[in-house]
């Protein structure tokens, strides 16, 4: 970029917005209603504490209503470049710019960040340039995609297994190559444990360019929940400092899943940034025009906090919803990812004053784009401030994480008290919270884990939360965890104590799997995977949160279990789909029958721990018998007759059995000749007949 003039660049277009290739040189482009003028910074490394280059925009000539723009000849891809702005630093009225602040361009397609780069610097006075984030110039044409597409799988035969990139392969055991550990490369390494697992999508934590270092007492942002940039994947994720590297190993990690038939989910933060609120860094929005991008409270000094993370993006002003919009699109036309899970979602909802709106329109831009009709969304439709809204988000395309499932099924198995009403329902994809919308039965996404809490084992392993280690004394992450240790807080010796705790994380993945909805799975659920009771561990890059690929040999038998019993759900085919079914159709089609330990009568009573339900589907002739028992003893329950085509009922599952007699299929799985069958103390029993074997 040396020996090039300011006055020799060309005044450039408005559109794109970011950094757009040509033959001859960049088109540059950033909006900014309040700013009174802007400066175009150029790089040569990451860490240069002043630019090469500097292009100071003319008003006249380089803005075009709100968008200032110009196009440089000779700059190529991996440039490395950045924006000051400037105008009022009028906090009251919303103003915050600062033209000592380095600013990454929010469309920018990578980031550099520098060895040296530091949070703190963004939140001091003066300049910050050699600590800075950049963005980095970008030719999205050149990669060669050989022809591959996003799968489209239906969501019947969906099974989601949420996965954090990092953790997934940093552990020293994992097997992958030091330089890919913790990276996309990595992940793709990991691809074949996926598919003999049985995984048809994973669900990635963020992987937005986020800043690692928001995070207290100088720990680690581990999650992702602190994005920085809604286009660049997140660098720390590529196997070499070239930011252009990330896009390239992105690519090539979907391209790789996609050949193995597993679809890809990104988890996408559009409720908040990383600069957080008053007291917070300047990395991008807030000093480009923080009165746009950010919903404001006391006139305009402070920020409304939906998010619970300091600030709350303005959603619903047009240029945020622009932003994001065309942020989804870069990650399906651009990306080939297949869906997203949008953190927070119920957000969205909220206008400028943080008031709910009837009909949010950015909810409505998704819901409605045509760019989008073949992709997953799935939304948490929560906020941080209380609007719960399971069962009322809206639109005919949204899933939604489904908190009642969690929750109810953790209570049931748990032995609560008043528990065995409420589980009919999440069997059955919440009728209670769905059936009114006339969607599909899949609309409810079952969990009973997630990142955000105890792992599986530790909800049967722990009453406490022990998060210790982030310290702030234990304050963070929820006390209401609906987990039982089962007689000794956290790990022991006790033969005992640990069978049943292995038995009850065999009744979790057999409810989530048996359920009718789209089942997911946390990561390292199926082989016990430890946080030490930190249910919060978003701040934990490290052995606390990673794979520890050695428990698939300690726990071998779990992840036996669960890759069977995904086998099972998929091949058996009751809740599987070929064609749109609403949930009232399904429901209406299938013929239910609820038991306690005598036929055709429940016992719904406030005390009761067991349940039974006989469900047929009509043209399968395949009748499933299940039985479960949160209680401490065991329960002798009566059985149906079978249909008089000879055939007996199977046990295809029974939790309280060691492997691998705890699970079988087909006509591999032993007959069950007796009118009555004993089910042991907290366990599941699921049994089979008719259809084809």
Not at 41 to 55: R, V
Not at 395 to 411: A, L, T
Not at 438 to 450: L, Y
Not at 642 to 658: A, I, N, Q
Request: aromatic letters at 12%; hydrophobic letters at 35%; one cysteine or more.
């Amino acid at each position: 970029m040396n020996g090039i003039k300011d006055e020799s660049q060309a005044s450039g277009n408005c559109y794109p917005l970011g950094a757009t290739v040509y033959p001859d040189g960049v088109n540059f482009s950033i909006f900014s209603r309040n700013s009174t003028g802007m400066s175009l910074l150029f790089f040569a490394y990451a860490d240069d504490s002043s630019p090469t280059h500097i292009i100071r925009l003319d008003p006249k000539q380089n803005r075009t209503f709100y968008y200032w723009h110009v196009f440089v000849p000779e700059v190529k891809p991996g440039q490395m470049y950045a924006w000051r702005a400037y105008g009022p630093n009028d906090p009251r009225n919303g103003h915050r710019f600062d033209g000592n602040k380095v600013l990454v361009d929010p469309y920018g397609k990578a980031v550099a960040v520098p060895e040296r780069y530091s949070r703190m610097s963004a939140f001091q006075p003066g300049d910050n340039t050699a600590t800075a984030m950049k963005s980095v110039v970008a030719n999205l044409s050149a990669y060669d995609w050989e022809g591959d597409e996003p799968l489209g799988r239906p969501y019947a035969q969906t099974i989601i297994y949420e996965l954090h990139v990092g953790g997934f392969t940093k552990h020293p055991n994992s097997g992958v190559d030091a330089h890919k550990r913790g990276t996309y490369l990595g992940l793709i390494e990991k691809i074949p444990y996926l598919k003999e697992l049985g995984i048809t999508a994973v669900e990635l934590l963020p992987i937005f360019q986020f800043d690692e270092q928001d995070a207290p007492n100088g720990l680690s942002n581990y999650w992702g929940y602190s994005p920085v940039s809604f286009f660049a994947p997140h660098c720390g994720y590529s196997t070499g400092r070239d930011p252009l590297l990330g896009l390239d190993e992105f690519r090539d990690m979907i391209k790789a899943m996609h050949r193995a038939g597993i679809e890809v989910i990104l988890d996408v933060v559009y409720n908040h940034t990383a600069e957080g609120d008053q007291d917070g860094p300047t990395f991008s929005l807030k000093g480009l025009d923080n009165s746009v991008y950010y919903m404001l409270e006391d006139v305009g000094s402070e920020y409304a906090n939906y998010s619970g993370t300091g600030n709350t993006l303005n959603a619903s002003n047009t240029v945020v919803r622009r932003l994001i919009l065309d942020s989804l699109h870069f990650w399906v036309e651009e990306m080939h990812v297949d869906g997203f899970r949008f953190d927070l979602a119920s957000i969205l909802y909220r206008d400028e004053n943080g008031k709910p709106l009837e009909s949010p329109p950015t909810l409505w831009d998704i819901e409605s784009d045509p760019r989008l009709a073949g992709t997953k969304l799935i939304a948490e439709a929560w906020d941080a401030a209380g609007l719960y809204q399971v069962g009322s988000f809206i639109g005919d395309r949204w899933n939604e994480w489904n908190g009642r499932f969690r929750d109810d099924i953790r209570s049931f198995l748990k032995g609560d008290r008043g528990a065995v009403t409420r589980l009919p329902a999440r069997l059955l994809a919440s009728p209670d919270i769905y059936s009114h919308e006339e969607r599909e039965p899949e609309q409810s996404i079952n969990f009973v884990t997630c990142h955000d809490g105890f792992t599986l084992n530790d909800l049967v392993s722990y009453n406490e939360k022990h998060n210790e280690a982030n310290n702030q004394d234990n304050r963070d992450g929820l006390d209401h965890n609906l987990s039982w240790n089962h007689g000794v807080e956290g790990p022991t010796d006790d033969a005992r104590i640990e069978e049943i705790r292995n038995r009850q994380v065999k009744n979790f993945i057999a409810l989530t799997l048996m359920a009718l909805g789209t089942p997911m799975i946390l990561m390292g659920d199926e082989v016990r995977r430890t946080q030490g009771g930190n249910n919060n561990a978003y701040c934990q890059d490290n052995t606390i949160s990673w794979f520890d690929w050695s428990l698939l040999d300690k726990h071998g038998d779990i992840h036996s279990f669960v890759k069977r019993m995904i086998r099972l759900r998929l091949n058996l085919g009751v809740y599987r789909e070929d064609r749109r079914m609403s949930l009232n159709q399904f429901l209406e089609h299938a013929q239910i029958q609820w038991h306690g330990v005598e036929l055709n009568r429940p016992d719904w009573g406030q005390e009761s721990k067991s349940l039974a339900f006989t469900v047929q589907r009509e043209g399968t002739g395949r009748i499933f018998h299940v039985m479960l028992n949160a209680y401490w003893d065991s329960l002798t329950f009566e059985l149906p007759r079978t249909p008089t085509d000879g055939k007996s009922w199977r046990r295809m599952v029974d939790t309280y059995l060691p492997s691998p007699s705890d699970i079988f299929e087909g006509v591999s799985a032993p007959l069950v000749p007796d009118s009555t069958y004993i089910v042991h103390p907290r366990s599941v029993v699921i049994l089979v007949t008719g259809g084809s074997d």
